[in-house]
């Protein structure tokens, strides 16, 4: 059965600092995705980022990066330089097969940016 | 840049009626989902549609729940006789014509059953 974790509910860190958010999932299947969405207080699902199974190089976009390790099954986002937009709910996502067909959430983390 | 559409934003009904939620999905798309947040909780999924019938669908969608695709652009959730529990923020998403294509969200719709 698929399960993501996001062991962290409410986060808080002042602005400029790094902060990473965990996230930890269980699938049986070899191949699957795995998803960041940010969620601001308007209530919008934002697109991070989607990675396959087989791609465990890690990505940077910005002050964005994420650090796969499959032996872990373990997906974080870490934010660089916080600023107060970042601000928001953060949803970490698993889909199996080829297919973005069911995407399971975790239950989100909660951050706030303190100016 | 192509997006999913839903309509309307905010949607106040009183319980036992019904509702319909609408969607436009990515024109080109094939794949198309309803999701459901209750406040303050995770996104859930609730079913998925591809070529014209359920493809799958959660212990959630039960028989108050319908989906269809009445013509080529709309993708509509209709709950029959809404519940206070059923208070939430709907999600509709569409994915493309391949495999290995990313699901696009569409804005939500805030259901509140008064």
């Known amino acids: 059965a698929q399960k993501v974790t996001q062991a962290q509910t409410e986060i808080s860190v002042v602005e400029k600092e790094d902060v990473t958010l965990d996230c930890v999932y269980e699938?049986?299947?070899?191949?699957?995705?795995l998803f960041w969405y940010k969620q601001p207080p308007s209530g919008e699902l934002v697109f991070l980022i989607r990675r396959n199974s087989f791609d465990e190089q890690n990505e940077i976009s910005g002050r964005y990066s994420w650090n796969f390790q499959k032996s872990t099954s373990s997906f974080n986002f870490t934010i660089t330089a916080s600023q107060v937009v970042d601000s928001a709910v953060y949803f970490c996502a698993l889909s199996e097969a080829n297919r973005d067909d069911k995407i399971i959430f975790g239950k989100g983390t909660r951050l706030h940016i303190l100016p | 840049e192509p997006e999913v559409t839903q309509t309307p934003s905010h949607q106040v009904t009183q319980m036992g009626q019904e509702v319909i939620l609408r969607c436009v999905p990515i024109?080109?798309?094939?794949?198309f989902y309803w999701y459901r947040q209750i406040l303050g909780q995770k996104v859930e999924f609730l079913v998925s549609?591809?070529?014209?019938?359920?493809?799958?669908k959660s212990e959630i969608f039960d028989d108050q729940f319908s989906v269809e695709r009445p013509d080529g652009s709309n993708f509509t959730l209709k709950i029959r006789s809404t519940k206070l529990e059923d208070s939430a923020m709907y999600f509709c998403?569409?994915?493309?014509?391949?495999?290995?294509?990313?699901?696009?969200f569409g804005q939500g719709t805030r259901l509140t059953v008064v």
């Open positions: 699938t049986r299947d070899t191949t699957y995705y």
């Open positions: 549609f591809y070529n014209n019938e359920i493809s799958e």
């Open positions: 998403a569409s994915s493309g014509q391949d495999m290995n294509t990313e699901a696009f």
């Open positions: 024109s080109n798309h094939l794949y």
